[in-house]
């Protein structure tokens, strides 16, 4: 979108050529109106007529439909002042014309890249929140820790201290070879490195963002990149190489702290939406009263047991263990004595059992135990001792001054089965467990039953 009818025609051209489609519009108000009609991927903006682009920017973030799309504001060339308004008024990105076709090509690549990431983040949060998994955003936010990546902090330190006026955020210098050394999965990454392309040997700061957009402690920060005007060429590698942003040529503090805000504001944006899948996917597969898995995880979990079990030939031990009599527990006591009941028996299987075992709870008083790699002999044993611990165990209820007993029923199949021109069957696993477990209530409860088919 611009007014100037040759700049139209050369950025055209160029889009063209790398099989871009492209509308062309000669003011903001039209620019607006074909975005009612169709969506754009990216805007690129130039002169807008009466429309000011701070007003323009403002109307295309206010609709839900374009907030994310992508804004290139085209400036001036070296004209300052109208980059950090443009930055100021909304845009992701500044050039200046003459326009670079490979910083163009490279920048547009890089936001679609983005925009990408984030509406897919976007719309697993949105079903996140329609399944009413996600919480409300904290109100404050604390200051971002900045990691300044370079091996020449002396050429940094006078604008770095021109950015620590602007910023109330924390800022350090560390060493690519620091930073790369730092690859632990338990290590805190920054929110943001600036990653410094050397003006002698830029492709040594192109190798050290590669790297840690590539290792796993660095990969979800944020990457700006700094470069002078003699290591522009290698700049729009800098944004196919997993940069995010890139500030080339003459040094503006004030540029730098917009571009360093918007980095921040998007990674927190980011994080915050991978942290609500998380904790949706934990959501999504945890019994909420008791903390284990519910069935909507056993049952594939089992499978990938019992698929690793028919290839090495080793056994497993599906247990499905019941409550006796737990009807009665919740209408002498209440159920929220039930419930206190129930917790407990849960943490008790959890802690007389292995990490590698797996227990979920699948129905109101029932339970499923999947022993890996455990022989008939030894998967007895551990639910024989399961049913002593529930026994033994007093289980404390509010507002109850006496502990409350309980046993549970335990049955029990051993697999791989192997089910006639069906191979392995998990399904069938879990009904002869459940049959076995019928034949423990009927000998008297507190007992274990192996299923003699899948002995």
Same mark, same amino acid.
């Given at each position: 979108?611009?007014? =100037?009818?040759?700049?139209? #025609? ?23 109106? *074909?975005?009612?009609?169709? =969506?754009?991927?990216?805007?690129? %903006? ?13 109307? %295309?973030?206010?609709?839900? !439909? ?27 990105? =500044? ?7 490979? $910083?163009?090509?490279? !920048? ?9 990431? &984030? ?15 996600? &919480? ?5 936010? $604390? ?60 492709? @040594?700061?192109?190798? @050290? ?46 540029? %730098? *702290?917009?571009?360093? &805000? ?8 980011? /994080? ?6 998380? /904790? ?28 690793? *079990? ?34 407990? =028996? ?18 109101? &008083? ?43 029923? #335990? ?14 069957? /998990? ?29």
């Amino acid at each position: 979108m611009d007014e =100037v009818a040759t700049n139209r #025609i050369v950025l055209r051209v160029k889009l063209a050529a790398a099989y871009y489609s492209v509308k062309q519009v000669t003011s903001g108000t039209d620019a607006l109106a *074909a975005c009612a009609k169709k =969506v754009p991927d990216v805007i690129l %903006l130039g002169q807008v007529g009466s429309m000011q682009a701070s007003d323009f920017a403002r109307r %295309l973030r206010a609709d839900p !439909r374009t907030e994310t799309v992508p804004l290139i504001f085209l400036t001036p060339p070296d004209d300052m002042r109208a980059r950090v308004e443009a930055l100021q008024a909304g845009a992701d990105d =500044v050039l200046s014309h003459p326009v670079s076709e490979m $910083m163009l090509l490279a !920048r547009i690549r890089n936001l679609l890249r983005d925009r990408d990431a &984030e509406r897919e983040l976007r719309l697993r949060d949105g079903t996140q929140r329609a399944l009413g998994f996600a &919480e409300p955003r904290a109100g404050f936010e $604390m200051p971002a820790w900045v990691t300044v990546v370079t091996d020449q902090p002396s050429e940094v330190e006078l604008w770095l201290e021109q950015l620590k006026a602007r910023v109330s955020h924390r800022i350090e210098i560390r060493s690519p070879r620091e930073m790369l050394a730092q690859d632990t999965g338990g290590t805190k990454a920054p929110d943001v490195c600036i990653v410094t392309l050397p003006r002698l040997i830029p492709e @040594t700061g192109l190798g @050290t963002l590669s790297e840690l957009r590539s290792r796993s402690a660095t990969r979800h920060c944020a990457m700006l990149v700094l470069c002078d005007r003699e290591t522009r060429q290698a700049a729009a590698s800098a944004l196919d190489l997993g940069g995010n942003d890139l500030l080339a040529g003459d040094f503006d503090p004030d540029e %730098l *702290a917009l571009r360093l &805000e918007n980095q921040i504001s998007r990674k927190r944006t980011a /994080d915050r939406l991978r942290a609500t899948m998380r /904790d949706g996917l934990h959501a999504a597969v945890t019994d909420p009263l008791t903390g284990l898995y519910n069935r909507r995880y056993a049952l594939p979990h089992l499978a990938r047991i019992s698929e690793e *079990a028919h290839r090495s030939g080793r056994r497993f031990a599906v247990l499905i263990a019941d409550l006796d009599h737990f009807k009665q527990i919740n209408d002498l006591h209440g159920h929220a004595a039930g419930d206190a009941v129930l917790t407990g =028996v849960a943490r008790q299987l959890k802690e007389n059992l292995r990490a590698v075992d797996l227990v979920a709870r699948i129905g109101g &008083e029932e339970f499923l135990i999947v022993l890996p790699d455990t022989g008939s002999h030894r998967a007895r044993r551990t639910a024989q001792r399961l049913c002593q611990v529930i026994r033994h165990t007093p289980f404390l209820a509010p507002g109850h001054d006496v502990p409350i007993r309980a046993t549970a029923s #335990i049955g029990m199949a051993m697999g791989p089965l192997f089910t006639a021109g069906r191979g392995c069957d /998990d399904s069938d696993l879990l009904t002869l467990a459940d049959r076995a477990l019928y034949a423990s209530k009927a000998d008297g409860r507190n007992k274990v039953t192996l299923s003699r088919d899948a002995a």
